[in-house]
């Protein structure tokens, strides 16, 4: 099922290159500064459930390929009328595996029946049981569970991320363990930073209550962030990652900020506010992260829920997350004049806008010593991305503007 | 002149995959559900009168090409003081042909004049004439006919486009022949659609007398479409198709589509209600497609007659039609809130903007269960074109969620 | 160092034709219609001075990467405090001459150091003292002054691009000389056209003191233009070139346009003024290029001086101009409108703006006999950048609306 030469040039010359490059880097540890494992995992180190619950019900990018082409998420486990036998989420899976073929959903799922469960065959309504059953079984075994796998995939560090509000006691309970694996927190506050989220204005007193510090007013406010970044690293945090819709960011006196705070804070926003607190959120962040030596990750230019009735439905991050058009060279002009030649700032750029990459990232990290370029993202985490990427990007940033490996 | 490998890959691997492929495909009858022949070559079946009026004055393509480069209008027969003598444009055509080295074009005629007429030397100045004289003989001929083509290409069925208020008649003729050929029309309303297109008031007019609908007010007026629609379908039509400036969508409230309607109705527009009747209108379109099961088609994003002076002196689809970016991400969510998640809705879209392919195209048609993409389209449909559209789309989309070939 | 069959493709078949086709060309003259070489260089054939100041210290592409890896620009030698040591300096561009791996800098310097100067091993720390020397014991030779390079190169004419203001005089002294190059001038009037360049007022004094005509009116105005221009064409200029921020072009009416001149003459200037008048102003330059002949140049879509502070600290052309998205198919219709038919214009686009190759480039170009496509420029003057040109472009264009090489 997996050709030993997947991914490589069919050309015998540069083949023969690229194995020689591969082998070269086969053997090396995992470092995963990015990523969306669930902490829980190597705190308290569960078996995994089932295979529906592995593979199918919690992966957005294998949802949306069945949403689109008509499975129900009932059918799926999601959803009031949910189907609750995993074994039949798992079966029409298998039934609808064929329309994953040319997709990196494919090869991962290929990848992991084969290296991780010794399940060589292509997923089929055929043996859907039989995988079922197999896969179950290994799942029961201690040598399936998380901080095994961690150990057995060779990996060096793996990052978390976790909201700003985040008490990290799994986080803990993984450094309080007798285990040696490293997994560290990543601080991702949207959602004390974007005005439109959900409980925007509870997530602040909390946010108060957890720093003592007064959030009710704009220094006091930053004085939190800077309290939970501590807190961060102190357990082990490295770095900060934030979701935004644009890349926009704005640096407004002192006076103003503090003015829109107010606005924002009292939910008595202004048309363009909720946008504008973002923006200048952004170059508060990269401020901080100058001081702290924390690195900045940005994550910008999806639209959220893009479907209404799924939305509301079914919850967020269920395949209906939609790439926008963005502009970095205007919309980071503000953060960058304020901090963008800062040398211990390391803000990493990614992007869904692949436009971006040759016009406006490759150019901006080629230039500015605080910025450097994150690796393909989401949709483009893929061979045919992977290659744009080296493409767009190299020649004009080079390869030490770029950054490694994410798992996300 | 034709390299049995041309568009093949050069590397001895894949190339040799590359035959085997088509070989497998080669002889299976063409089916083209989207296109611009004249339903008249199907009803009446009529000789092609010469060499120049079916390759150059009639192709979009070729006229812009020689434009480009300094020819007339008038020497390509088109506009007052036109060429009037066949000979001489197709010797203006050979004469140029140089220009089209490296275009779809040139590989189209190539192919037209080595397989269908037996020329195998590439068209020059030194063999126009003889290619004249050997090609208007052949037109003279029974087995050059639209009909015998048909057959002879192994078509199994062609979609011809058609404007709303057109009575079908060569469809009728074409339906009533014994010939066995399948040909369709497609309900093409842009004309009743746009308040901006000339002669929109009288269209309406005719619109209403045609169905008997009252397309003085709103429901009338939509009633109006659905008589059509029908009609359209008792004609065989599988399909709608919509050509429109944007992408752009809307979901009025209905007594605000009605005041709308009203003002575009009786001329007295406000600044913006064209664009937002056109939007409106791709949302009522799709609600009647979920509702009637006609394919949707929308290709947005032309801006057409560019050149005012050419627009005016020569008319409509000279050549001047110039693409621009589009929006998909925002501008159909209107649209996409009210049918995208219909089982019922196949909306394909196509976009002459190909940053939108791996962006907004893939992860939209990879997500609703209502969408999927058309094609390369128009400039993009060529061998860089259909390579770059698979690159981009495929990883995200699958295969599934798109659709085959076209012969726009 | 260089392989002999670099950006070749690996495919030993397509490897053997591109060795042909580069066995045809390598002979040929250099034709290098727009570039940016001193003036100076050909009237008064001085030898270059150092290493550093031939090969890092004016060149923004090996700035911009060093000083995006923490490099100072005083290390490089600019700014007030700054590195006076051109052995220094070069030491520091040796020792991170790492960072331009994949990047057509190494390619340029590589091919420099090897076929100039015989130095056929990397550039390193460890050779740098060496390579210093042997480069500067070169340069004191005569035969590495500009006229002598030139010769040696093979170059058949090169142009420069000079201010509007510009006397020209060191194309005198080079015509005036016995040496038989050809170098011809550029007109670039940015300076007396962008009311928000530096020195604006001043400079459109001394355009009407040069020309002797009015600047202080509209038509003034437009016939000191024309006066500059038939000097630099009696000079030898065969061209003009215009820097914009963006692709927009407006054609207003008369009484408009000389409103809005006495507006930008005084400095009174409403919001939008500065972009509208720029926008008017390149087409009045296509107006008199129709009359004149002369070829229009037009790079629009750099955000000049990107960092407030380092424009203010070291001044412009230091690495930090970030292209920006464009669009042409709407800015450049008034241009088009007026003069696109024109068989006499010649106007040359260029762009940042990659997407805008297959989306409005080559769709214009491939219809407006006064258009051509000018090769890839800037970040996109490379292997990967010509290859996507020529993917994106020839299709539409086809060969003969697009330009040769410059040396940009």
Redesign the interface.
């Known amino acids: 099922m997996l050709h030993k030469d997947r991914l490589f040039?069919?050309?015998?010359?540069?083949r023969d290159l690229a194995r020689r490059l591969f082998a070269e880097v086969e053997k090396l540890p995992i470092v995963s500064p990015h990523g969306h494992t669930d902490p829980r995992w190597w705190g308290e180190n569960p078996h995994f459930s089932n295979p529906a619950d592995l593979f199918v019900v919690p992966d957005h990018y294998v949802l949306?390929?069945l949403?689109?082409?008509?499975v129900s998420y009932e059918a799926l486990g999601i959803g009031e009328a949910r189907e609750r036998d995993p074994r039949k989420i798992w079966r029409t899976f298998a039934e609808h595996y064929y329309?994953?073929?040319?997709?990196?959903s494919r090869l991962w799922v290929d990848h992991a029946l084969s290296e991780v469960f010794g399940l060589t065959e292509r997923l089929s309504p055929k043996n859907a049981d039989a995988y079922y059953d197999r896969i179950a079984e290994c799942l029961a075994k201690p040598e399936f569970r998380p901080r095994e796998l961690y150990d057995r995939f060779n990996i060096e560090v793996i990052a978390t991320t976790d909201g700003a509000l985040d008490d990290l006691h799994w986080h803990q309970q993984a450094r309080d363990s007798d285990w040696n694996g490293r997994v560290v927190p990543t601080y991702r506050p949207d959602a004390v930073i974007d005005p439109e989220a959900k409980g925007f204005a509870a997530a602040l007193d909390t946010l108060g209550e957890l720093t003592g510090c007064d959030t009710g007013i704009w220094q006091g406010y930053l004085d939190a962030h800077r309290a939970r970044r501590s807190f961060f690293r102190e357990m082990g945090a490295t770095a900060t990652d934030h979701g935004h819709p644009s890349p926009r960011t704005a640096n407004l006196a002192e006076a103003e900020a503090a003015a829109l705070f107010a606005r924002v804070r009292s939910g008595k926003l202004q048309a363009g506010d909720a946008d504008l607190f973002r923006a200048q959120m952004l170059t508060e962040m990269a401020k901080m992260s100058a001081d702290d030596g924390m690195v900045m990750q940005l994550h910008p230019g999806s639209?959220r829920g893009?479907?209404?009735?799924?939305l509301s439905r079914y919850g967020a991050d269920k395949?209906?997350?939609?790439?926008?058009?963005v502009?970095f060279?205007?919309g980071l002009?503000p953060l960058?004049?304020s901090v963008?030649?800062e040398?211990d700032l390391t803000l990493i750029l990614f992007t869904?806008?692949?436009?971006t990459y040759?016009?406006?990232l490759?150019?901006?990290?080629?230039?500015?010593?605080g910025?450097k370029l994150g690796p393909p993202w989401w949709?483009?985490d893929?061979?045919?991305?992977i290659r744009?990427f080296r493409?767009?990007a190299?020649?004009?940033?080079?390869?030490?503007?770029t950054v490694g490996f994410n798992d996300d």
Chains 1, 2, 3 share one sequence.
């Open positions: 040039p069919a050309d015998p010359g540069t949306r390929m949403i689109s082409q008509g329309l994953f073929q040319g997709t990196p639209y893009h479907n209404a009735a799924v395949g209906f997350d939609i790439p926008v058009a502009n060279t205007e002009k960058l004049d963008g030649m040398p869904l806008d692949e436009t040759s016009r406006e490759a150019p901006l990290a080629g230039a500015y010593p910025l949709f483009h893929s061979y045919e991305g744009r493409e767009m190299t020649e004009t940033a080079g390869f030490f503007n």
